[in-house]
């Protein structure tokens, strides 16, 4: 019985862990930006909470999880490549502004590899 205890236990974190990173993150994204991740996309926001939450999922199994910042600082790379992908050049530089931002602020917050990652995909 303990065995499954620690099982429920472990997913409890993981998700609750998950879901307190995306809602923090966009609340944080809208501060930064002025723009509502929810509404800027739907579809594709939904797409992209699904591909973060991968990567949450596999750091957690690492026993590494990404911290509020890593997760802000993946949703706003991935805004930022739809923005550029639609020419919307104002909507991208608002989420490549706050990408730089967030660096400053959060930087020791932030693994090099995904800080880089989104230096080199977006160019801020």
């Known amino acids: ?20 990173a995306m809602y923090t993150s966009d609340t944080v994204i809208k501060n930064m930006t002025g723009i509502d991740p929810k509404r800027f996309h739907p579809d594709i926001y939904k797409s992209i909470t699904r591909a973060i939450n991968d990567k949450y999922q596999f750091y957690f199994r ?8 890593e997760v802000t600082m993946l949703k706003l ?30 930087g020791g917050r932030i693994r ?3 800080s880089a990652g989104a230096a080199a995909q977006t160019g801020f």
């Not at 019985?1 to 307190?20: D, I, N, R, Y």
């Not at 690492?62 to 910042?69: F, I, V, W, Y």
Request: glycine content about 8%.
């Open 1 to 20: 019985m303990g065995l499954f205890w620690e099982a429920v236990k472990s997913f409890g974190a993981q998700w609750g862990g998950a879901t307190s």
């Open 62 to 69: 690492l026993e590494m999880p990404l911290t509020d910042e």
């Open 77 to 106: 790379t991935y805004f930022c490549e739809l923005a550029a992908h639609a020419e919307d050049e104002d909507t991208r530089r608002k989420f490549g502004d706050a990408i730089a931002k967030l660096r400053r602020i959060a």
């Open 112 to 114: 090099a590899e995904i």
